[in-house]
């Protein structure tokens, strides 16, 4: 099975070699050196060769050695009666790996990274330098530096690191990710499998993937990068960094063509904040949101799947500013929101503490309000629990495929919810039916129904009659599971 790989570096450490060597793989590649603007259109032509340009850049490309103290182990090893004929053989086996003698041991790992500016500064993964106690970067030229850490990033696995020299140091400017297309020409730099600097070519073979974080926004490349590449950049023709590698989808460990680099736009703004402030600062609305689907924007009389629809508001700067759940985002501080991820870059990239302008679908009609963002960082959110008064029969129907109740005050605190929420249990669900196919399940609880609270049986039976009414082939509800919402469609054509 293909599994996508965040290697710190080449481990020297032979106790944890074996490990690495099976894990999954990383990136590494190294940055370069800009001597001068290219004409755009050459920039994405076929060159008959990188020379000149991997000569130009390579000596902005740094090696990145790390040192790391692993305590002695506090747990006995495996054990043997006294004059077993197994007591040589494992005192031989613990002394080959390190762990006869119980000590503390020192491990070493190898990445790659790229320096951005004349006087020292290095960027390169978070995962590469993570607990080192010592950070050695080897320079192109063979020259070494110690080098500090300035700041990380591990949402991004951005590191910056910090060297101090005597000289002036050959760097490379970030180039603008969004103008890469798929097919332009791209360079990987890097030091990988630990084998010294080393240069691969390649092209975008895709943008905008997202892997497992929250603000990933990576350019997949088919340069060649493996373990030891780890932070190292990916250029476009100009010598500009586009792209910071990061990972790599690998059934065996090694490259096979699809490899992940974090966009520049989105690394440049983390390293300039790292430098100022030593740690990131990033926007916070404070609202819970999910993708607009085609059925669930045709459940709320939608024109178009677009924006960011909200599903929770706790206390934070969006409730202050009168957000609500049910409401679409459409735009944020003056550019058009295509759906979550993009709601979710813009908010990180806004400034803390300046008001913004939001606008929001809310019944059919657009609002505009003004939002004065919080620190995401410092930011806790907080449930929302619900006030309403609990309702007073205890029937139980079979709607929609579901069967369902109202909620009582020991079922809601057996299922993660505030003691005072109220809504419909779902205690059974037809593995048939449209909602058991989109995900709903036993234990869930019905909130709303149409963008209305539902407290009885006949609360949802009336917003189904509505919907069927109104001549609309779904019904938008707001199911908890656990404390978290989500807006589900399903169908009410009879």
Do not use: C
């Not at 290697?7 to 894990?23: H, L």
């Not at 030091?191 to 990576?218: C, E, H, K, M």
């Not at 060649?224 to 960094?241: E, H, R, T, W």
């Not at 205690?427 to 196919?437: H, I, P, R």
Request: hydrophobic share 40%; no cysteine.
């Amino acid at each position: 099975m293909q599994q996508t790989s965040y290697f710190p570096a080449t481990r020297r450490d032979e106790s944890s070699q074996g490990a690495v060597m099976r894990g999954l793989t990383a990136l590494v590649l190294g940055a370069a050196l800009v001597l001068g603007p290219a004409n755009f259109a050459e920039a994405r032509g076929a060159p008959d060769s990188f020379a000149d340009l991997a000569e130009s850049i390579s000596p902005s490309v740094v090696n990145i050695t790390t040192s790391t103290t692993i305590a002695a182990s506090t747990e006995a090893g495996p054990q043997v009666p006294p004059g077993s004929p197994f007591e040589d053989f494992f005192k031989d086996f613990m002394d080959r790996n390190g762990q006869g003698d119980n000590k503390p041991r020192r491990s070493e790992a190898l990445g790659s990274g790229f320096v951005i500016s004349e006087d020292g500064y290095i960027v390169t993964n978070n995962h590469v330098i993570d607990k080192a106690d010592e950070i050695e970067i080897e320079f192109f030229n063979g020259k070494r530096l110690d080098a500090k850490l300035v700041g990380t990033d591990p949402k991004t696995d951005i590191a910056l690191l910090k060297v101090e020299s005597d000289t002036p140091l050959p760097f490379v400017p970030f180039g603008n990710s969004d103008l890469m297309r798929v097919g332009d020409w791209v360079l990987a730099m890097g030091n990988p499998l630990g084998q010294g600097f080393s240069v691969s070519s390649g092209i975008v073979s895709a943008r905008g993937r997202a892997l497992s974080g929250t603000y990933d926004d990576y350019l997949q490349t088919d340069a060649a990068i493996n373990k030891g590449n780890s932070g190292g950049p990916l250029f476009n023709m100009d010598g500009q960094v586009i792209g910071v590698n990061t990972a790599i989808l690998s059934p065996t460990g090694g490259s096979i063509g699809i490899g992940f680099s974090m966009a520049s736009n989105v690394v440049s703004k983390v390293v300039a904040q790292l430098k100022e402030f030593g740690e990131t600062r990033r926007g916070w609305l404070g609202v819970r949101i999910q993708d607009v689907t085609q059925d669930v924007a045709e459940a709320m009389g939608l024109a178009d799947a677009k924006g960011a629809l909200i599903t929770d508001v706790p206390d934070g700067p969006a409730k202050d500013a009168g957000m609500m759940s049910g409401d679409v985002i459409t735009s944020f501080d003056g550019s058009p929101v295509a759906d979550t991820r993009e709601l979710v870059r813009r908010v990180a990239d806004a400034p803390v503490g300046e008001a913004v302008r939001v606008i929001v679908l809310r019944d059919g009609k657009t609002e505009t309000l003004s939002v004065t963002l919080g620190r995401r960082e410092t930011s806790e959110e907080q449930p929302v629990a619900t006030t309403a008064e609990k309702a007073p029969d205890a029937a139980t129907a079979d709607v929609l495929g579901l069967t369902v109740q109202p909620l009582t005050e020991d079922e809601a605190k057996a299922l993660g919810l505030d003691a005072t929420a109220q809504g419909l249990a779902v205690v059974a669900v037809d593995e048939l039916s449209e909602a058991f196919a989109k995900g709903l399940r036993v234990g869930d609880v019905i909130t709303e129904a149409g963008q209305q609270k539902v407290v009885r049986v006949s609360d949802l039976k009336d917003r189904i009659e509505e919907a069927r009414n109104a001549g609309r082939k779904s019904l938008l509800l707001l199911i908890r599971r656990g404390g978290d919402p989500r807006f589900v469609a399903l169908s009410v054509d009879k």
